[in-house]
């Protein structure tokens, strides 16, 4: 199993991204898939998640309204659109499968993980 997230870098507050993570060495479409996220000095803290047919998503408060998550089977892509960053966004972000669909707390694999940072 791989798990390879992209789009991380540097954004101003109030700025957008996209990350973006590509699954491989498992059947994508027969499971759900999160994003969690590890700020500096802190434990790791569930984002979203969404289910496998891409039918529902799920936020945390903290992000909810801000950041979107969607997939596309047929590339075996999950995606997390980030808008209206603020400074406390900072962190790691991972891509993870979680080890049932409603598990935030655990995971059977979580990728090596891309950094955002929201500076000015």
């Known amino acids: 199993v791989q798990l390879v997230e992209s789009g991380g870098g540097l954004v101003q507050p109030g700025g957008s991204l996209r990350l973006s993570c590509k699954a491989s060495?498992?059947?994508?479409?027969?499971?759900?898939m999160s994003w969690v996220r590890q700020a500096p000095g802190k434990g790791l803290e569930w984002v979203s998640t969404?289910?496998?047919?891409?039918?529902?998503?799920y936020y945390a408060e903290s992000v909810k309204g801000r950041f979107t998550t969607s997939r596309d089977n047929a590339k075996n892509t999950l995606y997390l659109q980030m808008d209206s960053l603020k400074s406390g966004d900072t962190a790691v972000y991972y891509c993870a499968r979680p080890s049932k669909p409603w598990s935030r707390d655990e995971y059977d694999y979580r990728g090596q993980g891309t950094q955002v940072t929201v500076a000015s």
């Open positions: 969404i289910t496998r047919n891409g039918d529902y998503t």
């Open positions: 060495g498992f059947t994508f479409d027969l499971y759900a």
